[in-house]
């Protein structure tokens, strides 16, 4: 195998989102515990599941990056490989991966911090993917995917902020800020960490503040050439919602919906949606 893509699952994927002969693709999974029982993040996970025992949880619950040996396993049987990771500065797993890929003199092995998650690393895939079926070199490749990885975006709003506080993923100020004035924040991944863009009073204000900020984000770009990706945790409601409004507002190439795997539910739970672009 020549080229193959690895990423971990804060992108909501699973090893069949590419079945290409010529180009691997593999989701190494991190690891949620809770009362003492481990979840693997993968396709076998029972979402459902995993949020109800959650929400029993008597300990704090946790998540764990990926060991070295699993993204060095990843690489394998590949010449050239492109790993996407969250952002370093919420987990690990950039350091992981990197780590992992140390010893592999065989192969060229480029990890990319892509200082946000879930459909962030969906773009960086379908776009490594798209460059490679082009033909273009693995340096070329490499290029354009640093570039690319520059211009994205990341917006969110969350109905609850617990996880993300209780794991020293946001600060407590900022949460106890947005909880002590019940307001529903619109946030934003800016350089890899997570910062409070607008407070609103209600979750249909946040939707369209969210909607709204696309557009200053978007200044001056071609947004008809783009693609937005919008997640959330299955039968929410809040998603497709907000999927129908960009669409409406804006006339991206495509607006696609993904569901919401293990450690984008652990975070983001019930009502929270993130959009990327």
Avoid: W
């Avoid at 969250?86 to 480029?110: E, P, Q, T």
């Amino acid at each position: 195998m020549k080229f193959k893509i690895v990423v971990d699952s804060s992108s909501n994927l699973t090893n069949s989102y590419i079945k290409d002969e010529q180009v691997g693709f593999q989701v190494v999974p991190l690891t949620l515990r809770v009362d003492g029982i481990d979840y693997i993040d993968d396709e076998n996970l029972d979402v459902k599941q995993l949020l109800t025992s959650l929400h029993k949880a008597k300990s704090k619950p946790t998540s764990s990056c990926p060991a070295p040996s699993l993204f060095a396993e990843s690489y394998s049987e590949a010449e050239y490989v492109f790993c996407f990771t969250i952002s370093r500065k919420l987990s690990g797993c950039f350091n992981s991966a990197f780590v992992g890929g140390m010893d592999k003199k065989d192969s060229k092995i480029h990890v990319v911090d892509s200082k946000a998650t879930s459909g962030n690393l969906i773009l960086l895939v379908d776009k490594t993917y798209q460059l490679i079926k082009q033909g273009l070199s693995y340096d070329e490749i490499c290029e354009q995917i640093d570039e690319y990885n520059k211009q994205l975006n990341l917006l969110f709003i969350l109905d609850s902020f617990d996880m993300l506080v209780k794991n020293g993923r946001m600060s407590k100020i900022v949460a106890f800020v947005a909880s002590s004035l019940s307001i529903k924040p619109l946030c934003i991944a800016d350089d890899g960490e997570i910062k409070i863009d607008k407070k609103v009073r209600t979750i249909n204000a946040a939707i369209k503040a969210l909607v709204s900020e696309i557009a200053n984000l978007m200044v001056g770009k071609d947004i008809s050439s783009k693609t937005c990706i919008v997640t959330c945790l299955e039968g929410d409601e809040i998603g497709p919602k907000v999927k129908q409004l960009i669409e409406e507002t804006y006339n991206f190439k495509e607006v696609k919906l993904f569901y919401h795997r293990g450690l984008c539910a652990f975070y983001a739970l019930e009502g929270g949606v993130i959009v990327s672009f």
